[in-house]
């Protein structure tokens, strides 16, 4: 399974960790969209910045 995740927020007035995870992510722009295999580190980065971008499950 993937996931595909949508930069929603600008993540300039958020914490600095918050920041370093949306540009590790590679989401430089809003509405920038990436997508990603499903695994525990990637989720737990999402968890980090639900706030910040949309997730939606693709299935192979």
């Known amino acids: 399974m993937k996931v ?7 993540p300039i007035s ?3 960790n918050h920041i370093k995870i949306v540009e590790a992510l590679g989401l430089h722009k ?7 295999e499903d695994t525990p580190s990637i989720r737990g980065m999402l968890f ?3 706030h910040l971008v949309s997730v939606t499950e693709i299935n192979d």
């Open 14 to 16: 958020s914490k600095p």
């Open 30 to 36: 809003v509405h920038a969209t990436k997508v990603f």
């Open 4 to 10: 595909q995740v949508t930069l929603v927020k600008s």
């Open 48 to 50: 980090k910045v639900k």
